[in-house]
């Protein structure tokens, strides 16, 4: 659980469950919300019946002012005027997730807190779906990439993930590198990227490292083009992606896999899995080796997830890695890539 402690800056938290764009529209209005925090939250089923059947934004921001279960989940007043402003901007619906966690405009090259880095997942299947955090970037409905013709440098923000989450512990390691080192540190580092369908850039690996570009305030990095899949259909993408081994639709807590068109669409939308930071300083420490398989360290964290005692969160972290050192070593790990036995 995250406490209010850990909240150091204004964040907004949305659910919005009800209308296809609902949780956009949402967003729209946590972006321009006045107060430091503003939550709207799904009505019972009776009083979302006037959400759900509304045939259109405009009808949906009607409803939402007049549907009074939602005041007791309003730490602001949702002020008409407002919502008719937000339901205006958006041109195209496009498809929400249901829950999103968005920061101030204004802040988003800042350092994420607790809050804003927590849980990212989109599946309302999850039984913590109200701690969920989807990326907040959906709300701004900004143009698609365009596809580059040739490798070079590209927004950070227009990087769509392949995975759900990453191990912020490594990713703290990089803002330091980031700062220290600067641009040469980035360039030697090119980031493999893969061209898909309406001219949108995935990142197929160096999640950690793009999101630490992200948090030390980089807006841009290299990319190296992998592969041009722009013309197949959305789903033959998905299935060329996943023969590849591209994409890893799991989340921070193990469960997948997730439909991948709920990944996060940018890198402020990846989750916090602690075990995976588990599985990086394990490999660094020598527990296994580097290698090749795609998503290694991942499988390395469902292993500890499944097999430790001590939580790297709630108890101790060097705690976990000491035990976590000893089980990679052992004949329960020995399907996992780079196990060594030793």
């Known amino acids: 659980m995250i406490s209010n402690a850990a909240v150091k800056r204004p964040l907004f938290l949305i ?37 759900a059947a509304a045939p259109s934004l405009t009808g949906f921001a009607a409803a939402l002012t007049a549907a009074p279960a939602l005041a007791s989940f309003s730490a602001a007043p949702i002020a008409p005027a407002a919502v008719a402003a937000a339901a205006a901007s958006i041109e195209r619906p496009a498809p929400a997730a249901a829950v999103f966690a968005a920061a101030p405009a204004t802040a988003a090259p800042a350092r994420a807190t607790a809050v804003a880095r927590a849980l990212a997942v989109s599946d309302a299947s999850l039984p913590a779906l109200s701690a969920a955090a989807m990326d907040g970037s959906r709300a701004k409905s900004a143009e698609p990439a365009k596809a580059p013709a040739e490798p070079r440098k590209m927004e950070v923000l227009k990087l769509r993930p392949t995975q759900m989450s990453v191990g912020l512990r490594e990713v703290d390691e990089k803002v330091d590198k980031i700062k220290k080192e600067g641009e040469a540190y980035l360039r030697a580092r090119p980031v493999p990227v893969v ?11 160096h999640h950690h490292l793009v999101r630490a570009a992200w948090e030390a305030g980089v807006a841009h990095v290299h990319v190296e083009i ?61 527990g296994y080796a580097k290698n090749d398989e795609p998503f290694s360290e991942f499988l390395w964290a469902q292993f500890f997830r499944q097999h430790l005692t001590a939580h790297p969160v709630y108890h101790d972290f060097e705690t976990a890695v000491a035990e976590a050192m000893t089980l990679a070593k052992t004949e329960a790990a020995k399907h996992l890539p780079g196990w060594s036995g030793r």
Not at 29 to 47: G, K, Q
Not at 196 to 204: E, M, Q, T
Not at 246 to 254: E, R
């Open 15 to 51: 659910a919005a469950l009800c209308a296809p764009a609902s949780a956009q529209l949402a967003a729209r209005l946590a972006m321009s919300a006045p107060t430091p925090s503003f939550i709207v939250a799904a009505a019972p089923a009776a009083s979302a019946a006037p959400l």
């Open 195 to 205: 061209l898909g369908p309406n001219g949108r850039v995935y990142l197929i690996d």
């Open 226 to 286: 992998k592969a041009d899949l722009s013309g197949l259909s959305d789903d033959d993408f998905w299935k060329r992606m996943e023969k590849e081994k591209w994409v890893y639709p799991y989340d921070q807590l193990g469960g997948g896999p997730h439909d991948p068109r709920n990944l996060p669409e940018t890198v402020r939308g990846l989750a916090d899995d602690p075990y995976r930071s588990v599985a990086g300083e394990v490999r660094e420490r020598g």
